[in-house]
């Protein structure tokens, strides 16, 4: 998020990014030293403008409760949700990084709206779309990649970006080794033996697992349905 104004050609700007970079880096050494110390003195060697040769000599941050905002953490949330999802779209289809895609958003809350609305800028830079819609009325095309981030339903449009025929045959491959994966876990999970012998942790990491798995097998599925339909649309 910093990029912009670090990059960017407006010298206070930059000059105030740095300055926050700086401090969260410095201040978080500090408090890691105790349980880091060789690390953190390391890395502190290094920090260009550090007060002092010996990090173990820097007395630790004073807490700052006036800067405490909890309404930012939800609206923080639903903005990096937004970018991951477009990157986890690209990344599962293989879309190239330097391809521009559109994002439309179908927003829960007008505050959430509003949010896009501000971010929308950053979410350009971050996410590598060139059209940021968002509103309550936003429909999505029927070949798009989707998430649901928060309430809102996220839409990446494919059409003239992807080869539909092709990605339905790579998701066809993907789907088969998925469903192969879920019938062993679930099959491990549906022995007896294995449930009550094994440590309670590995039980619970192949649920997790399971979960997973089927997450991931139902979205490439719907997925693959839109592309079929838009297909022989």
Known sequence: ????DLYGKDASRKAAAQKVLW????????????????????????LPG?????????????????????SLG?????FQGVVTAVRTIRAELGIEPTAKLDLLVRTAADADRELLAETAELIRFLARVDKVEAGPQVKGHKASG???????????????VVDFASEIARLSNELAKIEKDVRTAGAKLANTGFVANAPAEVVEKEREKLTALADKQAKLQNLAARLQEALGA
Not at 1 to 4: F, L
Not at 74 to 78: I, S
Request: aromatic residues 6%; negative net charge; proline residues 14%.
């Open 146 to 160: 989707t998430a649901v981030v928060q309430g809102c339903e996220v839409f990446v449009p494919l059409s003239g």
């Open 50 to 70: 550090a007060p002092g040769p010996d990090i173990a000599g820097e007395r630790y941050p004073e807490a700052r409760p006036q800067l405490r905002n909890p």
């Open 1 to 4: 998020m910093a990029k912009p």
């Open 23 to 46: 401090t969260a880096l410095s201040e978080t050494l500090v408090l890691l030293h105790p349980v880091m110390p060789f690390v953190t003195q390391e890395i502190w060697s290094c």
């Open 74 to 78: 939800p609206r923080m949330g639903l």
